[in-house]
């Protein structure tokens, strides 16, 4: 296993995956026309799962920071959203950048002493963190604000002007187009001179900070950055699923939220979807077999992912594709170089590379 | 039959080799000398005949080949290896750090190897309880070799003992050493940069540069050279 | 006062019980630097397996020594298995291996021993001793058998040889290898015994706590806290955090903060602690060359 093998931001994408994402985005587009409404209930849960593993992927993959306790921020926003709309009556659209907001500042908060942090020390104080917040969550004294342990129930969302679909399939709309915005923002952010700053700040920081950079503040703004897009996502999760309630944002969320990126792939945008997949889909599956399957499942996949798929799926299809592109390239080259002179021998520079 | 015998090793940390083909051979009971400048690639030869890094090569200890063998193996064989830094296990005592030396061997021949070490070393008796981090640079290069002597091996190998030490203690060091290389009739294969005193408890010199042995003899093929001589004795 | 001076003493009961989990945790840290988040589980495995042969007829003292044993093969097992092949992946992914493990060993207890809470014996008898009013026999008992270990620990790592070599691993993996010790063996057994004493730790809980799959996660947020506190990497401070810890615990539920918010203050002391002195109160800050 190679060691300090991080991912480098992809410069370019091969031709092959930039395909592969519209044909991608046109399904998603056309999906709620063709799915069940349970079916599209699991496919905005999917969309949503991959904001916030967008999120966690931003401080864990390209911030190199670990965080085991990111289903607070996700439960911040749900409950934010919560709250508004319960207590303050404001319209559900709105709710979701004050969520944003809210994480965003609190984010930045957490990550200002966490900057001092590395490694297990982080890890063991946002552990801790996502082991204490559903606690918080049912203390006796803010209980009139956050339900106590009932939690608070959201009404259903009705599509504006009297559009002729259904709420379910425009949430999904909702859902989707924050997405999109957000994905091209986060892949945006990447390439920009602060993506890569960050990136620095993961790979060297002693060489960043010798070069003038201030990593204390970056690596806070990437906290930040990162726990506004897991909030959002909280906030969405919230309108999709009608609660927010203490014991759906414990350990098991920030687990299933780092299993999501590791399994989709670390430092990679299209990760966060395929992570997404993974985490809405195998519970149900699983869930069938016995109670304890899914921690099971979700346990041997983390491990055996290490050692099997170090980039994730993410990974094993750029792997895939380099190699299929690679292989049309050497015989698109193969096909000219015959015909010109026979006797020299064709170098096929790229095939198997 | 040597007691060390390397042939064709070559080594390195990675993308490229440090170690190009390297020979040598130390005597039973002799004394070899490795000498180079920095960066010539000596630590990593010691290194290498120890399994410490990637290496491909000959290398036999006794007639055996340990050229495939793990650094525990090997130091279980006899092989003793002083190394750069002195590699002190700072967090322990003294005393402790040369019961550790002793690991490979039984426990009933403990106190005699404690005698025969505070006799080379008086001074690590008076230090036995002290931590070993708070020894003073020559203490603990006293202490690493010590450790080796410890294991009763066959081979020692020394990473620059002279480095970082004042002259006086530097001349006391090769004093012990040449009593323990005549009293334990242990082989000792040297690597240093400090030449002049080196070559006087050598019967082979190796001098290295960038990874290659470029000459190899007695000391006084050293001494007659006269550019060598210049070079690396500096008269 | 009597109940000031109660909640002290059954502070330092669940404090022995921190004490025996931190030291596990630095054990182990010493060895691999690396902090075995899978530790709890482990114990919970023990914990689980010395239930089924108590409840199996086996006598308890008997149970307790064979689940010592068994827990020192699974923790070397789990270290050959699973943390072996990862040493030379990324810190990243070494986390999420020890994550992963945790999970695992969490649901495996799930599955083979169901979720009902039972009950889990205490071998020490009902009445409290000496008709005391401070302790009940279990909590005298817990103090007395952590102790026992604790003296057990230190003459082993003090007096004997494998004990030497593993303080030398811990000090000086490269040089250790240099005397023929293997270091590879070391952190099994290691881990082997980081396993033993959380087995006791869980066996010593379990009657106070009762026994359910989720039992270790609060014990072990404590444990992780007392030993930042006492510095990752001293032994010594990791049994003093652990009493310390304990103590604090009990004061601050009862006193200040009431038992909701008690896991909230235990973060907020991690997090302070690893603020203001991220080498704990007894560990040594450590440099690292640039």
């Known amino acids: 296993m190679a060691s300090r093998d991080h991912d480098r931001p992809a410069e370019a994408a091969a031709p092959g995956v930039r395909v592969a994402a519209v044909c991608l985005v046109v399904l998603a587009c056309v999906a709620p026309l063709f799915c069940s409404s349970y079916h599209l209930f699991q496919l905005t849960l999917v969309v949503v799962y991959s904001i916030a593993l967008l999120g966690l992927n931003l401080l864990t993959g390209y911030g190199g920071q670990i965080s085991l306790g990111h289903g607070a921020f996700y439960g911040i926003g749900a409950y934010t959203t919560g709250i508004l709309m319960q207590h303050a009556g404001m319209p559900y659209w709105l709710t979701i950048p004050c969520a944003g907001a809210v994480c965003l500042v609190l984010g930045f908060l957490f990550g200002l002493p966490a900057v001092r942090l590395e490694g297990l020390h982080l890890a063991l104080a946002t552990f801790a963190l996502g082991v204490v917040f559903p606690q918080i969550l049912k203390t006796r004294g803010i209980e009139r604000i956050t339900g106590g342990v009932q939690g608070i129930t959201l009404a259903k969302i009705e599509p504006p002007f009297g559009l002729a679909i259904s709420p379910d399939q ?184 | 039959m040597s007691l060390l015998a390397v042939d064709g090793l070559s080594a390195g940390y990675g993308r490229g080799n440090v170690l190009h083909g390297v020979a040598l051979e130390v005597g039973a009971g002799g004394v070899s000398v490795v000498l180079g400048a920095n960066g010539a690639g000596k630590t990593t030869l010691l290194r290498a005949i120890c399994g410490m890094v990637a290496r491909e090569g000959h290398v036999a200890f006794d007639g055996r080949r340990v050229d495939r063998l793990a650094t525990a193996e090997i130091a279980r064989l006899g092989v003793a290896h002083v190394p750069e830094g002195r590699g002190t296990f700072t967090n322990l005592t003294t005393e402790e750090n040369l019961r550790l030396g002793a690991y490979r061997r039984d426990r009933s021949e403990l106190e005699a190897s404690f005698a025969r070490v505070y006799r080379y070393f008086p001074r690590l008796a008076e230090r036995r309880r002290q931590q070993a981090g708070t020894l003073s640079g020559g203490e603990q290069q006293m202490l690493a070799i010590a450790r080796a002597v410890m294991s009763r091996p066959s081979l020692i190998l020394l990473d620059e003992p002279s480095f970082g030490l004042a002259p006086l203690v530097v001349e006391e060091l090769y004093r012990i050493m040449k009593d323990i290389n005549a009293g334990e009739r242990v082989g000792i294969l040297l690597v240093e940069q400090n030449a002049a005193i080196a070559l006087d408890l050598a019967d082979r010199v190796y001098l290295f540069e960038v990874g290659r042995v470029v000459l190899s003899g007695p000391p006084s093929k050293l001494r007659s050279d006269e550019s060598l001589r210049r070079a690396y004795l500096g008269y | 006062m009597e109940a000031l001076l109660h909640q002290v003493f059954a502070g330092l009961a669940s404090g022995a019980v921190y004490a025996s989990l931190a030291l596990a945790l630095v054990m182990i840290y010493r060895v691999t630097h690396f902090v075995n988040f899978a530790q709890g589980e482990l114990a919970l495995c023990s914990t689980y397996v010395a239930w089924a042969m108590v409840n199996a007829g086996v006598p308890y003292w008997l149970a307790f020594v064979a689940t010592l044993g068994m827990s020192f093969a699974m923790g070397v097992l789990v270290e050959r298995v699973v943390i072996r092949p990862a040493t030379r992946a990324p810190a990243l992914s070494v986390v999420i291996v020890y994550i992963g493990l945790m999970v ?37 008992g817990t103090i007395g058998v952590t102790f026992a270990m604790l003296g057990v620990l230190y003459a082993f790592f003090r007096f004997t040889s494998l004990g030497l070599a593993l303080r030398a691993v811990a000090d000086n993996p490269e040089s250790s290898r240099l005397v023929g010790i293997r270091v590879e063996r070391m952190l099994a057994l290691g881990w082997g015994l980081a396993a033993a004493v959380g087995a006791v730790a869980g066996m010593m809980i379990a009657p106070i706590v009762f026994l359910d799959p989720s039992m270790m996660a609060g014990v072990m947020l404590y444990a992780f806290a007392a030993a930042l506190l006492g510095g990752i990497d001293s032994p010594g401070g990791a049994v003093a955090g652990g009493f310390t810890v304990g103590i604090l615990e009990n004061l601050v539920g009862t006193y200040v903060v009431g038992t909701e918010l008690k896991l909230t203050t235990a973060l907020a002391l991690i997090v302070g602690v690893l603020i203001f002195r991220p080498a704990g109160l007894f560990g040594q800050p450590s440099a690292a060359r640039v």
């Open chain 1, 170 to 353: 425009w949430l999904y709309c909702v859902a989707l187009a924050t997405a999109l915005v957000l994905f091209v923002a986060a892949r945006n952010l990447t390439r920009s001179h602060t993506g890569r700053v960050i990136v620095a700040i993961r790979d060297r920081p002693v060489a960043a900070s010798s070069v003038g950079v201030d990593t204390a503040r970056y690596k806070s703004l990437t906290f930040g950055l990162s726990a506004m897009y897991t909030g959002i996502a909280g906030a969405l999760g919230a309108l999709v699923v009608q609660f927010v309630g203490p014991d759906s944002f414990g350990v098991f969320l920030s687990i299933s939220l780092l299993v999501g990126v590791v399994v989709g792939g670390l430092a990679s945008i299209s990760g966060a979807v395929y992570g997404a997949l993974f985490i809405q889909f195998i519970p149900n599956v699983a869930d069938d077999v016995s109670k304890a399957a899914p921690s099971a499942i979700y346990g041997v996949v983390l491990v055996l992912s290490v050692y099997l798929m170090p980039r994730g799926v993410a990974g094993l299809v750029r792997r895939l594709t380099g190699a299929l592109v690679a292989r049309l390239n050497a015989r698109a080259s193969g096909h000219h170089a015959a015909p010109v002179s026979p006797a020299t021998p064709v170098t096929q520079t790229k095939e198997g590379s």
């Open chain 3, 104 to 140: 695992i060993l969490n649901s495996v207890a799930g599955w083979v021993f169901g979720y009902t809470t039972h009950a889990f014996p205490s071998p020490f008898p009902e009445e409290p001793l000496f008709g005391n009013h401070y302790l009940g026999s279990h909590e005298i």
